[in-house]
């Protein structure tokens, strides 16, 4: 059974930063895609950013790239998003999942809530 715990979120001020953590289970974390996503109050959930095994990374769009940045620590069996500079528009419900065959598994988390005031 898949279990993603997701961890650090939090109430900043805007230009703060945090990091969020994501627990995976470790029989399937070294071999899997993983991934970041939030959802807005009212908005659909949409991609942050996504790191392979090996370490490759994609970002979202400029609205993100340059300010956040996706890693995974393998031995620790889990995938951090560290946000910079953050934004208002960055508060959302974030949530970590495995990606298989281009999307997200069905089952998602808890999430984290990410709240930044102006």
């Known amino acids: 059974q898949v279990q993603l715990v997701e961890s650090g979120g939090g109430l900043v001020q805007a230009g703060e930063s945090l990091r969020l953590s994501c627990a995976v289970s470790p029989a399937i974390f070294r071999t899997r895609v993983m991934a970041w996503y939030r959802q807005a109050p009212g908005k659909q959930r949409e991609f942050v950013a996504r790191?392979?095994?090996?370490?490759?990374?994609?970002y979202a769009d400029s609205s993100v790239k340059g300010r956040f940045t996706i890693s995974r620590d393998t031995a620790k069996s889990t995938v951090y998003l560290q946000m910079n500079s953050l934004k208002p528009e960055d508060s959302a419900v974030y949530y970590c999942n495995i990606i298989s065959g281009n999307e997200p598994l069905k089952t998602w988390g808890q999430g984290t809530q990410v709240t930044v005031s102006s």
């Open positions: 790191i392979s095994p090996i370490g490759t990374t994609v």
